[in-house]
């Protein structure tokens, strides 16, 4: 049950990130990051590694996208 949940919170963390992605937006990212580390820490309750493992990527790809936009100093 609890995978179900991480995967859910993934894939609103991995829509936002795809909104993220697209110029002038890139601040949803910030709003992103948090969400992806509430579904990782779901995920890592679960039994299973799908919904952690997505929100590692989507993370890792909002990480990446703040990170070459200037975000993290």
Known sequence: MLNIVS???GLV???MA???LIPLLGWVNWLML???FVGLV???L?????GRNLCIV???VGGLRLMLGGGFI
Request: charged share 5%.
């Open 58 to 60: 989507v993370a890792i």
């Open 13 to 15: 963390a991995a829509v």
């Open 34 to 36: 948090p969400v992806a």
């Open 42 to 44: 779901v995920g890592m």
């Open 46 to 50: 679960s039994d299973s590694n799908l």
């Open 18 to 20: 795809l909104v993220g």
């Open 7 to 9: 995967l859910l919170i």
